[in-house]
């Protein structure tokens, strides 16, 4: 069965960084793309960031541009968002999701999420 | 950007009643190859990652009760539970996945009355 787990959450000054991991397993990762959702406590749902199934492209909300990364490591069956330049609005529950298809926008399963608290 | 505006906030009906929950997206989502709206309702229990129940506007996912429907006019897209049971008390949100960003509705309470 699919399964997604995020790690790497935790609490951090405005201005720093974080990397998120995802690990997945049970199915083919390298043929999905992926996702980074996050929803801040008590909020909706923010998509964050897409990633193609060979990485070859990315895209990702404006609030984010410039200061977060996807990336993956399909050897390791592994998704990564490098957060940087981190402010109080990024604080959330950030979530993992997998695309339908090698380019797929639709998120058909998520992780259980990590949370980012970022607080002075 | 494509804005999902969703009604209402929230709503609380009695078990067995029907409960209904629009999404009216801010241009057209019709992705081409197929005819379809690229509209997808998902639904979020407390504490719980969101799960996905219908994708293409109507199109239920296995395994999600034939009570859940969806439907569409246009722009303006319906989540209907036929039957509301307890275990369907949850967040309901509609996401479009036609174009990057992609944009969720602000999501809709559904509690039992």
């Known amino acids: 069965q699919v399964q997604l787990v995020e790690s790497g959450g935790g609490v951090v000054q405005p201005g720093e960084s974080l990397r998120l991991s995802c690990v997945a397993s049970g199915f083919s990762f390298s043929n999905y793309a992926m996702h980074w959702v996050r929803q801040a406590p008590g909020k909706g749902l923010e998509w964050v960031a897409l990633i193609r199934s060979d990485g070859s492209n990315k895209y990702n909300v404006d609030s984010v541009k410039g200061r977060f990364t996807i990336s993956r490591d399909n050897s390791k069956n592994t998704l990564y968002l490098q957060m940087n330049i981190l402010r109080p609005e990024d604080t959330a529950v950030y979530y993992c999701?997998?695309?339908?298809?090698?380019?797929?926008?639709?998120?058909?399963?998520w992780g259980q999420g990590t949370l980012v608290t970022v607080s002075s | 950007d494509i804005v999902m505006t969703q009604s209402p906030d929230s709503l609380a009906a009695s078990l067995g009643e029907r409960a209904t929950i629009n999404c009216k997206s801010s241009q057209g989502i019709l992705y081409s190859a197929n005819n379809k709206n690229s509209l997808a309702w998902f639904q979020q229990k407390p504490g719980q990652p969101p799960k996905l129940l219908i994708s293409w506007a109507s199109t239920r996912r296995s395994g999600v009760p034939d009570r859940f429907s969806g439907s569409e006019s246009g722009t303006d897209f319906t989540l209907t539970i036929s039957s509301l049971q307890a275990e369907d008390v949850a967040v309901y949100y509609c996401?479009?996945?036609?174009?990057?960003?992609?944009?969720f509705g602000g999501g809709t309470k559904v509690e039992i009355k």
């Open positions: 996401q479009q996945y036609y174009s990057t960003p992609l944009t």
């Open positions: 999701a997998k695309g339908t298809s090698s380019g797929g926008y639709l998120c058909d399963f």
